[in-house]
């Protein structure tokens, strides 16, 4: 469609349109197909228009009113639907669920407004707010704003300066696990035939710690049993022969691994190696969170494992991945959430 297409402009100005070029013809006796190429229009549709006027004079040439159903909600109303789905949880509204669905959101409308919608048309409204159904992030009902807060205002600045002063490195850590049926993802297949992927019916797991810098540096290690202090303690001993020299600042959260005795004692005995804890309920603060996504649910969510030995191969595969791509680890950084870090 052209940019000057006459089907792009609204009725009204059409109307004045057809005005203008008939009132040129007939009163200043200008030729049609000049009054044609001035407005940028087609000839055929100034003759249309002449030809109009001259079977039903002026009135021919007003807009006529446009067809089909007027709508049932006012502009006032889709608005106040759009602060209702944007600015409140549905359980604020008395609803039993959390996340708004078609029917919840027909329900509050014939509860507001008094109007009823098919299931088809609430969708169709919904869209036209510029709605889209989409995964909700979870969040803790234990999560403290305010020490959330405090982290990116004054604590981790306190704990940069600090590495900064020392020569010292900064690294964020976590620990996850993945089991041997965990799948990601999606296939193409047929309409209305599910595909299958067949893999190993038995059930076996590993876990595994990873750490990273902004700078892009990552250390990781896999392990078959659970992650308690003696496993994060070795992590934490191999990081030190790593960093050559230079002391450590590594940031974790509450894991019991992180906070027993053990440990504590451990980091006491060290004058390299210093632990800070991030707020609690806060993932979101912690960019080691972006490696879970890349190697489970990016790698090892796409394809099927036979053994724990296969599975092991896999994850240290999809870890070694990570580990040789800098540029995707700093990427990691670019999150919003974690954009104190690098301020």
Same mark, same amino acid.
């Given at each position: 469609?052209? +940019?000057?297409?006459?089907?792009?402009?609204?009725?009204?100005?059409?109307?004045?349109? !057809?005005?203008?070029?008939?009132?040129?013809?007939?009163?200043?006796?200008? &030729?049609?197909? +000049?009054?044609?190429?001035?407005?940028?229009?087609?000839?055929?549709?100034?003759?249309?228009?002449?030809?109009?006027?001259?079977?039903?004079?002026?009135?021919?040439?007003?807009?006529?009113?446009?067809?089909?159903?007027?709508?049932?909600?006012?502009?006032?109303?889709?608005?106040?639907?759009?602060?209702?789905?944007?600015?409140?949880?549905?359980?604020?509204?008395? @609803?039993?669920?959390?996340?708004?669905?078609?029917?919840?959101?027909?329900?509050?409308?014939?509860?507001?407004?008094?109007?009823?919608?098919?299931?088809?048309?609430?969708?169709?409204?919904?869209?036209?707010?510029?709605?889209?159904?989409?995964?909700?992030?979870?969040?803790?009902?234990?999560?403290?704003?305010?020490?959330?807060?405090?982290?990116?205002?004054?604590?981790?600045?306190?704990?940069?300066?600090?590495?900064?002063?020392?020569?010292?490195?900064?690294?964020?850590?976590?620990?996850?696990?993945?089991?041997?049926?965990?799948?990601?993802?999606?296939?193409?297949?047929?309409?209305?035939?599910?595909?299958?992927?067949?893999?190993?019916?038995?059930?076996?797991?590993?876990?595994?710690?990873?750490?990273?810098?902004?700078?892009?540096?990552?250390? @990781?290690?896999? &392990?078959?049993?659970?992650?308690?202090?003696?496993?994060?303690?070795?992590?934490?001993?191999?990081?030190?022969?790593?960093?050559?020299? !230079?002391?450590?600042?590594?940031?974790?959260?509450?894991?019991?691994?992180?906070?027993?005795?053990?440990?504590?004692?451990?980091?006491?005995?060290?004058?390299?190696?210093?632990? &800070?804890?991030?707020?609690?309920?806060?993932?979101?603060?912690?960019?080691?969170?972006?490696?879970?996504?890349?190697?489970?649910?990016?790698?090892?969510?796409?394809?099927?494992?036979?053994?724990?030995?296969?599975?092991?191969?896999?994850?240290?595969?999809?870890?070694?991945?990570?580990?040789?791509?800098?540029?995707?680890? !700093?990427?990691? @950084?670019?999150?919003?959430?974690?954009?104190?870090?690098?301020?």
């Amino acid at each position: 469609m052209r +940019e000057d297409d006459g089907r792009k402009l609204s009725h009204a100005t059409l109307e004045e349109l !057809r005005f203008r070029a008939v009132r040129q013809i007939v009163e200043q006796n200008a &030729h049609p197909a +000049e009054v044609a190429a001035v407005l940028g229009l087609a000839r055929s549709t100034v003759y249309s228009w002449l030809a109009q006027f001259e079977a039903g004079g002026w009135e021919a040439l007003a807009a006529r009113p446009v067809p089909g159903r007027p709508p049932k909600l006012s502009p006032t109303q889709l608005q106040r639907l759009y602060g209702f789905i944007v600015g409140t949880d549905p359980r604020q509204l008395s @609803f039993g669920f959390a996340l708004w669905t078609r029917e919840m959101v027909g329900q509050l409308i014939h509860r507001e407004f008094g109007v009823r919608l098919e299931i088809s048309s609430v969708g169709r409204v919904l869209r036209s707010l510029g709605l889209s159904p989409q995964r909700p992030l979870r969040r803790a009902y234990e999560k403290d704003p305010e020490a959330v807060a405090r982290w990116k205002r004054d604590t981790y600045p306190a704990i940069r300066a600090q590495a900064k002063r020392e020569g010292a490195l900064v690294y964020f850590a976590d620990e996850a696990g993945i089991r041997s049926d965990y799948h990601a993802g999606t296939t193409w297949a047929p309409v209305g035939q599910t595909p299958v992927v067949r893999g190993s019916g038995r059930r076996f797991s590993i876990n595994m710690i990873s750490a990273i810098t902004p700078g892009g540096t990552m250390r @990781f290690t896999v &392990h078959e049993g659970r992650v308690n202090s003696a496993v994060f303690i070795e992590f934490c001993r191999k990081l030190l022969h790593d960093a050559h020299g !230079r002391p450590v600042h590594l940031i974790v959260d509450g894991h019991r691994a992180h906070t027993a005795k053990a440990t504590r004692d451990f980091v006491a005995t060290r004058e390299d190696l210093t632990l &800070h804890f991030l707020p609690g309920y806060s993932p979101e603060l912690n960019p080691d969170e972006w490696v879970w996504k890349n190697v489970k649910h990016d790698q090892l969510g796409k394809t099927t494992t036979r053994s724990q030995h296969d599975l092991e191969t896999k994850a240290r595969s999809a870890l070694h991945r990570v580990q040789r791509l800098p540029q995707l680890i !700093r990427s990691f @950084f670019a999150d919003p959430h974690l954009a104190y870090i690098t301020a």
